[in-house]
């Protein structure tokens, strides 16, 4: 789904406010996918140079547990702030390292004024992962009693083991 930027880049300050549903076909990543709609409230501001993007993201995603490796569902509601760019700038860097600021990070939209709301999303949710999904706040893995294996090396430390 493309958003149509040209009325909004006429004049710096003008504004517009949209409510989508969008339905992500594809895997976000390996073992990560949306299920049902994404919905997005989504607010975009003239800047002059850039828009200012800010909003909220609701959705509902399919993952596997890190811990216990069982599929689960989990809802994921956020808020954004991002710039929209037309083009990336091109910076002199004379061969020194550049230090990236905030606000050299940015989404771009296309020669017809055009945002893609799809990939935008995509992205952003994909940014506001966890870095390891639970299924449950107190999931643990079922230790198996059975085959407890202690390494010779630190056999001498068993003395010092006390009992709760």
């Known amino acids: 789904m493309?958003?149509?930027?040209?009325?909004?880049?006429?004049?710096?300050?003008?504004?517009?406010?949209?409510?989508?549903?969008?339905?992500?076909e594809e895997e976000l990543l390996e073992d990560i996918s949306v299920s049902g709609e994404v919905e997005i409230s989504l607010h975009l501001l003239n800047a002059g140079d850039r828009i200012l993007a800010n909003g909220q993201i609701n959705a509902t995603l399919n993952q596997i547990c890190g811990v216990c490796l069982t599929p689960f569902k989990s809802k994921m509601t956020f808020n954004f702030e991002e710039n929209?760019?037309?083009?990336?700038?091109?910076?002199?860097?004379?061969?020194?390292?550049?230090?990236?600021?905030?606000?050299?990070?940015?989404?771009?939209?296309?020669?017809?004024?055009e945002l893609d709301l799809t990939e935008f999303v995509r992205e952003l949710v994909i940014l506001n992962l966890p870095i390891a999904a639970k299924c449950d706040i107190n999931c643990m893995v079922k230790s198996n009693t059975k085959t407890?294996?202690?390494?010779?090396?630190?056999?001498?430390?068993?003395?010092?083991?006390?009992e709760d």
Do not use: H, M
């Open 84 to 113: 929209i760019a037309n083009e990336l700038e091109e910076k002199s860097t004379n061969n020194k390292e550049l230090e990236l600021n905030v606000d050299d990070i940015f989404f771009t939209y296309n020669e017809n004024k």
């Open 2 to 24: 493309k958003i149509d930027l040209t009325k909004l880049l006429s004049e710096i300050g003008l504004n517009e406010s949209t409510e989508e549903k969008l339905q992500l």
């Open 148 to 162: 407890k294996v202690i390494d010779p090396r630190l056999k001498v430390l068993e003395k010092f083991k006390t």
